[in-house]
């Protein structure tokens, strides 16, 4: 008997190693630091981030810091973190590419994450900069290599790509508003034509991820959050400010079309519905 064609069976699942179990107890050790440092940095445990420095990082301490309620966003951001952590111990992603890809990046990003609300109740608000520019640079290489190898499933598509997309896009504007609090610390306060400048910057960021990660809707709907309710602190709280306000409402819709734009050009873009049904098909056959 002529021995069998084995060209066309499935391919073979790559087996995990001692290095895929390293990376997923570290994932999930920086996932629980991640939540403790958030006990930390909402008062459970020690002084809220608002009332740190003097109330430099509060929601009313610049012309760039989004009003309250847009903070709520750590509640999905966290949820999501959570889900990855347990999503990457599913036995299909104990080898992934994915997961190796973005493992030890996501878990860097927790433990900065922790370490910014670690740094913030030392009143070391230079630190916090510092700290939170390395996280959004983490946060950019992350979403570039999901980018580069999509999502083959809709669970995944909203547990990892949708978490780093909101992650990402948040901390974003989060830096922008810690750079400002940083700045007025020292009593250099950003008056209304740097903020707007500053504005129409994290604008640009948006529209320049939206065309290098293929359109993703978790990071513009982020930035938009957060330009939408600094606009809204700057006309309803202190400071005021109508043009930060203009500015940062036009920069939210900016943004907004610039995702609208692609996916009309390419509705095949990466991190959308139709790659991650191609990607599917493809694993399939």
């Known amino acids: 008997m002529p021995p069998s064609d084995t060209s066309t069976s499935a391919p073979t699942r ?13 994932v999930t050790v920086a996932a629980v630091a991640c939540v403790t440092g958030t006990l930390v940095g909402t008062g459970v445990v020690g002084t809220p981030v608002a009332d740190t420095a003097g109330g430099a990082l509060s929601d009313d301490a610049t012309l760039l810091a989004p009003a309250g309620p847009a903070f709520s ?8 973190l959570a889900a990855y952590a347990i999503w990457q111990w599913l036995p299909s992603q104990a080898a992934s590419s994915r997961m190796r890809a973005t493992g030890w990046l996501a878990a860097a990003s927790m433990v900065l994450n922790a370490g910014w609300l670690l740094v913030t109740q030392q009143d070391w608000v230079w630190g916090s900069v510092v700290v939170i520019v390395a996280l959004l640079a983490v946060l950019v290489e992350l979403v570039r290599r999901l980018h580069r190898d999509p999502a083959t499933s809709k669970v995944e598509l909203v547990a990892v790509d949708g978490t780093f997309g909101l992650y990402l896009g948040w901390v974003a504007v989060a830096t922008c508003a810690n750079t400002a609090a940083a700045l007025a610390s020292d009593d250099i306060a950003l008056s209304t034509l740097p903020s707007a400048l500053v504005v129409v910057l994290v604008a640009a960021a948006g529209v320049g991820m939206s065309w290098a990660f293929g359109g993703r809707w978790a990071v513009a709907a982020a930035i938009t959050w957060g330009l939408g309710w600094l606009a809204y602190g700057r006309v309803a ?7 930060v306000a203009v500015v940062a409402t036009v920069a939210a819709v900016v943004v907004v079309l610039a995702v609208v734009a692609l996916h009309r050009r390419s509705p095949a873009a990466s991190g959308s519905a139709a790659s991650t049904r191609d990607a599917s098909a493809a694993a399939a056959r």
């Not at 790559?14 to 290095?19: C, D, K, P, S």
């Not at 966003?73 to 999501?80: L, P, R, T």
């Open 73 to 80: 966003i750590w509640s999905v951001i966290y949820a999501g």
């Open 237 to 243: 709280e202190e400071p005021d400010s109508t043009p």
């Open 14 to 26: 790559t087996a995990a190693t001692r290095t895929d179990l390293a990376r997923r107890v570290t």
